[in-house]
């Protein structure tokens, strides 16, 4: 009932937003991974990029939503797979949202290009952090090298797709908060870069809870995420959305519950 990052705000709160599908797999480790369940999935049987796009079409059309998403795990790791998928989803939902989302850390300007060529009009792509080292601690990375060459892809990858496909795509960003990793400075740096490519992106700051490897960690209040939404907002970001404990709120604080 939700979406994900890049879902637009103004649909949810009314019944189904999206039939959702998740890959199994994941280049990054993070230790509080909220769907460890279908990243670190081994058994289930692997089905082609055809059949999953009935599938979750079927699930669309029984629950009437606007918009069909693929997450995971990563689903961009497979593009031969992901690229047909989209295909096949552009086939048989003509007219219909059809949404990415990824963390953004392999994909390039031409597999951005194949995708939208494909279908895909609604990416969601979650930079996570700003600094290296915060990325570092929310992924589980420990070369530094790696973890700086997928931090600056995701940024450099959101920016070419607002630049290249605002009026084609619809395009959100995600940022991953929990005060035992970032501080309320980065967030205004993440707010000035993220106002420095577009001040009305979409922009959805999720609140890490215990999950995973990371079971000890306190979930945000929802004071505090009310505090994340005023620092981004004041850095002149126009459409910030903040999860929480009691549900998404959005610009001018409307509430979607779960």
Same mark, same amino acid.
């Given at each position: +009932?939700?979406?994900?990052?890049?879902?637009?705000?103004?649909?949810?709160?009314?019944?189904?937003?999206?039939?959702?599908?998740?890959?199994?797999?994941?280049?990054?480790?993070?230790?509080?991974?909220?769907?460890?369940?279908?990243?670190?999935?081994?058994?289930?049987?692997?089905?082609?990029?055809?059949?999953?796009? +009935?599938?979750?079409?079927?699930?669309?059309? +029984?629950?009437?939503?606007?918009?069909?998403?693929?997450?995971?795990?990563?689903?961009?790791?497979?593009?031969?797979?992901?690229?047909?998928?989209?295909?096949?989803?552009?086939?048989?939902?003509?007219?219909?949202?059809?949404?990415?989302?990824?963390?953004?850390?392999?994909?390039?300007?031409?597999?951005?290009?194949?995708?939208?060529?494909?279908?895909?009009?609604?990416?969601?792509?979650?930079?996570?952090?700003?600094?290296?080292?915060?990325?570092?601690?929310?992924?589980?990375?420990?070369?530094?090298?790696?973890?700086?060459?997928?931090?600056?892809?995701?940024?450099?990858?959101?920016?070419?797709?607002?630049?290249?496909?605002? +009026?084609?795509?619809?395009?959100?960003?995600?940022?991953?908060?929990?005060?035992?990793?970032?501080?309320?400075?980065?967030?205004?740096?993440?707010?000035?870069?993220?106002?420095?490519?577009?001040?009305?992106?979409?922009?959805?700051?999720?609140?890490?809870?215990?999950?995973?490897?990371?079971?000890?960690?306190?979930?945000?209040?929802?004071?505090?995420?009310?505090?994340?939404?005023?620092?981004?907002?004041?850095?002149?970001?126009?459409?910030?959305?903040?999860?929480?404990?009691?549900?998404?709120?959005?610009?001018?604080?409307?509430?979607?519950?779960?």
């Amino acid at each position: +009932r939700v979406g994900g990052k890049a879902t637009p705000w103004w649909e949810v709160g009314y019944g189904y937003v999206e039939a959702a599908i998740w890959t199994a797999g994941c280049n990054l480790r993070c230790p509080q991974c909220q769907n460890y369940t279908v990243t670190y999935d081994n058994s289930t049987e692997p089905v082609t990029p055809q059949d999953a796009a +009935r599938i979750v079409t079927a699930c669309s059309r +029984r629950y009437d939503t606007k918009g069909i998403a693929i997450s995971g795990g990563e689903p961009t790791l497979n593009k031969r797979w992901l690229v047909r998928f989209f295909q096949e989803l552009r086939r048989l939902n003509l007219g219909k949202r059809l949404h990415l989302d990824s963390n953004g850390t392999v994909l390039t300007r031409d597999y951005v290009d194949e995708l939208v060529e494909s279908g895909c009009n609604n990416i969601g792509v979650e930079p996570k952090a700003f600094r290296i080292e915060t990325y570092m601690k929310i992924t589980g990375l420990e070369d530094h090298d790696v973890a700086k060459t997928y931090l600056e892809n995701s940024w450099d990858i959101l920016k070419y797709i607002v630049d290249e496909y605002n +009026r084609q795509v619809y395009v959100g960003a995600g940022i991953a908060y929990n005060k035992e990793w970032m501080t309320f400075e980065e967030l205004e740096e993440i707010g000035d870069k993220i106002a420095s490519i577009d001040p009305s992106l979409q922009v959805t700051v999720l609140d890490y809870f215990p999950s995973f490897r990371r079971r000890w960690l306190k979930r945000p209040t929802v004071e505090e995420m009310l505090k994340v939404k005023k620092i981004l907002e004041e850095r002149g970001l126009k459409t910030v959305i903040v999860q929480t404990s009691i549900g998404h709120l959005g610009p001018a604080n409307i509430k979607s519950v779960y």
